[in-house]
C-alpha cells in the first residue's frame, strides 16, 4: 500500500498554508457525492444525480463540473475516491467497473493527486487500486464507520441511502464489521437492501391494509420507497432524484397515485386515508426489517447502547435504532447535515486530509462524554409532527427503554357486550391520540374454549398455557381489525414501528412469550400477568385492566398478578361502562 508522502504529492501544489485541500468523491450508480475539506474543516458539500448506465460517458465531465461547482482551484487539492459504480448492470465485473470509475477521475484530474479509499481503511495509488479492485469496491462504509470511530468509541452506524441500508458496529474505537465485501455483509446482516427512495414497494412488503383486510402488493415496479415517503412528507419532492416509475412529477399528489397502484388500483377508488393506510404500512415493514438485522448486528456486540444515525433515510434509521431499545444520535451533530447526508464523501476527505496535513483526529473519549451529556438535545428529531416520529413522548422515553406510557389489557369479557366493547375501542382510540398506548387483549370467549377443553379431557399444564396464549392472539387479530388505526404487533420492534407510523399496536403475544417463557404454566396466570409483565418489558408507566361491566373485587386480577407486576408501574382497574374511561385511559 503506497504511502501518501510520495514522489507525486511532494512535488504536487499546495495551498498559501503548505498543506492540501482535499475533495472527497463517493461515486454511485445513480448518484454522485462530493465534499471538500480544509483543515479539517467541511467547507462544502455537493450531490448530483447521474445513472451511469445511461450516459457513462458524462462521468468524467461530471466530475470536473462538480469539482469546479464547490469552488476549489484547480492545482490546490487532492482527490479522496470511495465508489459503489463498480455494481451498476452495464459492467460484466467490479474489476471492469473499478477500471471504468477509475479511468474518469483519472481522465478528469490528470495532474492531481489522487488516492483511493480501501475497505481496510488505508489510501491505495489508482494503480493498486486497479490491481487490487475488491480492495476499492464498495468501501465507502467503511470510511463513514471509521469517521464515526472517532467520535463514538462504541456505536451501532445506521446509514440508509437511497438504495440500502449499512448497519456496521464499533467496538472500542475500531471498525468491527464482520462483512468486508458486498455478498459478506448481507450474510452478516451489515448490508440491508432497503433504501429512502429507490426500493420497489414489492421488495418491502408482499401485503398491505386496504378495506378492513389486506391486499397482496403487486409486483409491476408501479411505487417506490420515494413514493411512500413523500407521500407521509418524511421526504421532500426535491428528494426524489430519481426517475419516478411513471415518468411523472415526484409530488405527493403523484406519489398516491403510484401507491395506488400498489393495489391495482387508482385515486377514483381509493382515497387518502387508504393511501396513507399502505404508505404506513409500508414504513412500519421497512422500520421493521431495518431493526431485525440492527438486532442480529447487536447479538455479536451485546454492550453497544448507541445508535448513530445518517443519510437520506436517518428517519428510518431512528425508528429502527429506538425499535432495537438503542439510543439515537444523528451524525449531523458531528458534521452538519448536509456533510452527513453525504457522509462516505465527506468521510474520505476528512481521513485523508488528516492523513496528509496530520490534522487531529476528533478526541472520541471527550466526544462521547459529550454526547451522553447532551443526549437529549441530540436525539430530538425534527418537529414535523408524527411523520417522522412516534406519537407525542415516545420516542423519548424509546431512548430510556420504554416504547409506550400506557399499556391497555383489554378483558375477553366485554366482548360479549358489543356496545360496551365498541365504546371502549372508541376511548382508546381517543386517547391514543395524546398519549401512546399498547394494546394487550385478554383471551375471552377463545380462552374460554381451551378451559372447556381441559374440563371435559384434561390438558398438559403446557398445553393448556400455550393454546391460551394462541386465544389472546385470536383477540388481538379481533381488536385490530376493528380499532382504527390499529395495527397488529408480535414482539417489541414491531411495537416501536407501529408508533413510528402513528398507528396503535395490538399485540398479539404468542411469539414473544414463547421466546421468553417468562410466567409459570398455571390457570393462575392470565393475560392480566401476561400484560403485567410486558408493561415491565416495556418501560410502560402505567397498565390498565378494563373490565366487563359488574365485573367484582375477587375476580378482577389473577392469582399471580401481584408477582408479575414491575414495582414501578402503576395499575388501574376500570370496567367497561366507567362514564370517565377516556380520561383514565389518558391518564
Not at 501544489?13 to 472527497?24: F, N, Q, R, S, Y
Not at 477500471?99 to 493498486?128: K, N, P, Q, W, Y
Not at 488528516?354 to 462521547?368: G, K, L, S, Y
Not at 383477540?475 to 395495527?487: C, D, G, N, Q
Amino acid at each position: 500500500m503506497a504511502d501518501w508522502r510520495d514522489e507525486e504529492e511532494s512535488t504536487g501544489p499546495t495551498t498559501a498554508g503548505g498543506a492540501l485541500g482535499v475533495i472527497g468523491w463517493d461515486i454511485g450508480g445513480v448518484n454522485t457525492k462530493v465534499a471538500y475539506v480544509t483543515d479539517g474543516e467541511v467547507r462544502a458539500v455537493r450531490g448530483r444525480p447521474y445513472e451511469l448506465q445511461r450516459d457513462p460517458h458524462a462521468l468524467a465531465p461530471l466530475l470536473c463540473d462538480l469539482a469546479v461547482d464547490l469552488g476549489a482551484v484547480a492545482g490546490t487539492v487532492a482527490h479522496a475516491v470511495t465508489m459503489t459504480a463498480e455494481l451498476s448492470q452495464m459492467f460484466r465485473t467490479k474489476r471492469e467497473g473499478v477500471a471504468f470509475v477509475l479511468d474518469a477521475v483519472e481522465s478528469a484530474f490528470s495532474s492531481a493527486l489522487v488516492r483511493v479509499f480501501s475497505v481496510e481503511g488505508g489510501f491505495l495509488s489508482i494503480a493498486e487500486a486497479r490491481d487490487q479492485p475488491l480492495l476499492v469496491a464498495a468501501a465507502n462504509w467503511s470510511a463513514t464507520a471509521r469517521v464515526v470511530a472517532q467520535y463514538h468509541r462504541d456505536a451501532v452506524l445506521i446509514d440508509i441511502g437511497t438504495t440500502t441500508t449499512d448497519i456496521i458496529p464499533i467496538v472500542d474505537g475500531c471498525v468491527a464489521a464482520e462483512g468486508r465485501t458486498d455478498p459478506e455483509r448481507l450474510v452478516s446482516g451489515e448490508l440491508v437492501y432497503t433504501g429512502a427512495l429507490r426500493t420497489p414497494v414489492e421488495a418491502i412488503a408482499t401485503h398491505v391494509p386496504l378495506a378492513g383486510t389486506t391486499a397482496g402488493v403487486s409486483a409491476e415496479g408501479f411505487a417506490l420507497a420515494g413514493d411512500v415517503h413523500v407521500w407521509r412528507g418524511a421526504l421532500e419532492p426535491v428528494e426524489y432524484t430519481v426517475p419516478t416509475p411513471d415518468g411523472r412529477p415526484a409530488t405527493r399528489e403523484f406519489a398516491g397515485e403510484r401507491l395506488a397502484r400498489v393495489v391495482c388500483a387508482d385515486r377514483e377508488l381509493l382515497d387518502a386515508r387508504a393511501i396513507s393506510e399502505i404508505a404506513d404500512a409500508l414504513t412500519g415493514a421497512q422500520v421493521a426489517r431495518i431493526a431485525v438485522a440492527i438486532e442480529r448486528v447487536l447479538a455479536r456486540h451485546r454492550s453497544l447502547r448507541l445508535a448513530v444515525v445518517t443519510g437520506l433515510g436517518a428517519f428510518l434509521g431512528e425508528a429502527a435504532a429506538s425499535a432495537a431499545g438503542l439510543r439515537v444520535v444523528p451524525l449531523a451533530g458531528e458534521l452538519g447535515e448536509a456533510a452527513a447526508r453525504c457522509a462516505p464523501a465527506t468521510s474520505v476527505a476528512l481521513l485523508l486530509d488528516r492523513a496528509m496535513n496530520r490534522v487531529p483526529a476528533p478526541d472520541a473519549a471527550a466526544t462521547a462524554r459529550g454526547s451522553d451529556a447532551a443526549v437529549a438535545g441530540l436525539i430530538t428529531l425534527p418537529p414535523a409532527s408524527d411523520v417522522r416520529r412516534p406519537a407525542r413522548g415516545s420516542m423519548d422515553r424509546a431512548t430510556e427503554g420504554a416504547l409506550v406510557e400506557t399499556v391497555v389489557k383489554l378483558g375477553g369479557g366485554v366482548l360479549p357486550h358489543v356496545e360496551h366493547f365498541e365504546a371502549v375501542l372508541t376511548a382508546i382510540a381517543a386517547a391514543a391520540r395524546a398519549r401512546t398506548l399498547l394494546i394487550v387483549p385478554g383471551g375471552g370467549p377463545f380462552a374460554d374454549a381451551v378451559r372447556e377443553a381441559d374440563r371435559r379431557i384434561g390438558l398438559s399444564h403446557d398445553a393448556a398455557h400455550w393454546m391460551a396464549i394462541l386465544a389472546m392472539d385470536q383477540y388481538a387479530h379481533l381488536i385490530a381489525s376493528r380499532l382504527p388505526k390499529a395495527m397488529l404487533v408480535r414482539e417489541r420492534r414491531e411495537i416501536a414501528a407501529a408508533l413510528t407510523c402513528g398507528r396503535i399496536p395490538v399485540l398479539a403475544p404468542s411469539l414473544w412469550l414463547r421466546a421468553a417463557d417468562p410466567l409459570p404454566h398455571s390457570w393462575d396466570v392470565t393475560s392480566d400477568s401476561i400484560a403485567a409483565w410486558v408493561a415491565g418489558q416495556i418501560g410502560a408507566r402505567r397498565l390498565v385492566l378494563v373490565k366487563p361491566v359488574g365485573a367484582t373485587a375477587g375476580s378482577l386480577m389473577d392469582p399471580h398478578f401481584p408477582q408479575a407486576l414491575p414495582a414501578d408501574v402503576i395499575p388501574v382497574v376500570v370496567t367497561a361502562d366507567q362514564k370517565n374511561l377516556r380520561a383514565t385511559l389518558r391518564g
